[in-house]
């Protein structure tokens, strides 16, 4: 029998031991990402930046000398509480109020109508106390703003027919700062009654709806140096109130014992 000659011998071994070698893998690059477009990316949380301070008014709050300003002037405060870890006696219903790990006053609205009230004893003379300022920042959304601002004297306690609503301030957009200030000689309902009275309290009525918060950073009772607002201020004052929102408090909210809800 003839053999095959060697070069044939060498291709029939080289093709007998490819078969037991798998065929190499063809590795497949994947392409590159095309890029993404800020509008189309998902962010990984909700955003937290904080809205720059509104500055609807005349007055502002100087943070280096820990005071308020209206034009460039110091405001002459007879009281201010800046809740420096403490809640400075402020009392929170239908919800809760604790201070702040920086400072401020933090009101989680648990329940409907929330209230924030101001100690007792105070002792404000009206007449030369026109102004309430009450600076804060809202930390959580919630629904049905109110703002308006009650009192309390010798002669009436929490009342319908006595009350306020902000010259200046509007419902804060979420992690927006507002500064609301209360012009208590133009008061929406009770004439001159601030005026001739001697205040013990105060309270400002927040979201009528559950589920906001909020940080209040200061809260001052000062005088008005000069017609701050302007003549136009008593017509603002006088437009009614929308149906909306709670323009003043019910019988029910009168007559609930202030229970407080904030820890010192």
């Not at 893998?25 to 392409?31: C, K, N, P, Q, T």
């Not at 136009?232 to 149906?243: F, I, M, R, W, Y």
Request: proline share 8%; with cysteine.
């Amino acid at each position: 029998m003839k053999l095959p000659s060697p070069a044939l011998m060498f291709v029939i071994i080289a093709t007998i031991a490819g078969c037991d070698n798998p065929r190499p893998r063809l590795v497949r690059l994947a392409s590159e990402p095309s890029p993404v477009s800020a509008a189309q990316a998902t962010p990984l949380r909700p955003s937290l930046a904080a809205v720059p301070e509104t500055a609807l008014g005349v007055i502002q709050w100087d943070a280096a000398k820990s005071l308020f300003v209206a034009k460039g002037q110091p405001l002459r405060a007879e009281r201010l509480w800046t809740f420096d870890g403490t809640t400075d006696g402020f009392v929170v219903s239908n919800g809760v109020g604790i201070p702040s790990a920086k400072s401020g006053l933090e009101v989680s609205e648990t329940d409907p109508d929330v209230i924030v009230r101001s100690p007792k004893g105070l002792h404000i003379n009206g007449r030369t106390r026109s102004l309430v300022i009450v600076r804060l920042t809202r930390t959580q959304s919630g629904s049905a703003w109110d703002g308006a601002l009650y009192y309390s004297t010798a002669a009436h306690g929490e009342d319908q027919r006595y009350y306020a609503k902000p010259i200046s301030g509007r419902n804060p957009r979420l992690n927006e700062t507002v500064i609301f200030a209360y012009d208590m000689h133009r008061l929406r309902a009770g004439a001159d009654d601030w005026k001739m009275s001697v205040i013990d309290q105060l309270r400002m009525d927040l979201d009528d709806v559950a589920g906001g918060a909020f940080t209040i950073h200061q809260v001052a009772v000062a005088n008005d140096p000069g017609d701050l607002f302007g003549t136009d201020t008593a017509a603002l004052q006088a437009k009614p109130v929308p149906q909306t929102m709670n323009a003043a408090p019910r019988s029910a909210d009168l007559e609930r014992p202030q229970t407080q809800s904030a820890r010192k």
